[in-house]
């Protein structure tokens, strides 16, 4: 059973195109995070929701999108793709808890190359 | 930046002996935690030590945390060769946000 899944697993695309990437958990969580991994494997945390709403958001360029249509779905929707957006982006998942963070559960990536 | 740092970069050590990885952060903590990520995966989470402890142990795994030095050590007893992973710190600043701030990360490679 996969606990966080993301599709698609590789993602090649030209600049200015529009793509989005999946994320589904089936852990029960609460709260869902996109993060992003460079090429020298700094990860950073983008975005994340807890029930549908958005709780952080980490200056991301307006041209990255979350949606969440419901606590187990936490997608990511990129416009105009430029060469900097290539990196490998993790979907990840946790229970929420007042005052402190959880572990928590990563996808598998999804690496995207922009050409 | 919030990042923390990881010491070493990388290392490679021969199967049987043991792997000592250090991590310094910047901010005030909730809980640290540590990750492993094999190549080209997700990463796992390993263990969790919160600030009002000091060391913790999970089968070959030991942590300490030095709050006063803002610093973690992750150890990894007798080593095998599919311990070759990265592994990286990550800290809950408890701003209240259940975000974690990454260090970057250490290489281990465990030669058999």
Redesign the interface.
């Known amino acids: 059973d996969t606990a966080v899944s993301q599709t698609p697993k590789y993602l090649v695309t030209q600049m200015g195109n529009d793509k989005s990437i999946k994320c589904e958990q089936n852990l029960g969580h609460d709260t869902m995070y996109w993060y992003k991994q460079d090429s020298k494997k700094f990860l950073k945390i983008m975005f994340s929701y807890n029930n549908k709403e958005l709780i952080i958001n980490e200056t991301v360029p307006n041209r990255f999108s979350p949606k969440s249509p419901d606590k187990a779905h936490l997608n990511l929707h990129i416009n105009s793709l430029e060469l900097g957006d290539s990196a490998v982006y993790f979907c990840a998942s946790s229970h929420l808890y007042t005052g402190a963070t959880d572990t928590q559960y990563f996808g598998p990536g999804t690496r995207l190359t922009v050409l | 930046s919030q ?1 923390g740092e990881e010491d070493p970069q990388a290392l490679s050590i021969q199967e049987g002996e043991n792997a000592t990885m250090n991590c310094s952060y910047k901010t005030s903590i ?2 640290l ?1 540590w ?1 492993r ?1 094999n190549s ?6 390993l263990i ?1 030590i ?1 600030s009002n402890e000091r060391e913790k142990h999970s089968g070959r795994l030991r942590v300490t945390l030095d709050t006063s030095k803002k610093s973690s050590s992750l150890l990894i007893t007798a080593s095998r060769a599919a311990d070759t992973a ?1 592994y ?1 710190c990550a800290t ?1 600043p ?1 701003d ?7 260090g ?2 250490t290489l281990l490679a465990v030669q058999p």
Not at chain 2, 40 to 45: S, T
Not at chain 2, 96 to 102: E, Q, R, W
């Open positions: 990042q909730n809980n935690q990750y990520q080209g995966r997700g990463l796992v989470h969790l919160r990265s990286f809950d408890g209240a946000t259940n975000k974690l701030i990454f970057t990360g």
